[in-house]
């Protein structure tokens, strides 16, 4: 039996979109890590909020966060908004375990750890300990 120019078609798009979501489900699922025993993916979201010292807030200082995770080695640079209603926070898409918040020379404006960008920063911090906010009381630790 011969079938209709249509029906080839529908079978030809059905066969495609069916191979597209296994492709997709494939690789959403060899993107995924696991972090402390829980599956995180590497699209994920993640809003920390930053309550920023007196000592911070002086000589009109910016903010940065890095991230890494300890497991891939994968890191990123994230500028923290300073002029959220909500606070200073800072959200960043991926897959990472650790931020080090870092208060930034505003003349140079660039987010890194050298001597003449960075001023202070944190401690290497574990997401999962957050709890969606940290709190930086005094000046933490000095940029070497």
Not at 19 to 28: G, I, N, P, Q
Not at 45 to 74: M, Q, R, V
Not at 114 to 138: E, V
Request: with cysteine; proline share 1%.
């Amino acid at each position: 039996m011969k079938k209709s120019i249509k029906t080839r078609i529908i079978s030809i798009a059905t066969a495609a979109l069916m191979t597209l979501s296994v492709a997709t489900a494939t690789m959403a699922s060899a993107s995924a890590a696991t972090v402390d025993g829980t599956s995180v993916s590497a699209y994920q979201s993640t809003t920390i909020k930053l309550n920023i010292s007196k000592e911070w807030s002086t000589h009109n200082a910016l903010y940065g966060a890095y991230f890494f995770n300890e497991n891939t080695g994968d890191s990123a640079w994230a500028k923290v908004d300073c002029r959220g209603y909500m606070g200073d926070s800072v959200t960043i898409n991926g897959d990472y375990t650790h931020v080090i918040f870092v208060r930034i020379n505003p003349e140079t404006g660039k987010l890194s750890f050298d001597k003449g960008n960075a001023w202070n920063k944190t401690a290497d911090l574990r997401i999962s300990d957050l709890n969606g906010s940290y709190t930086i009381n005094g000046w933490e630790l000095e940029v070497e």
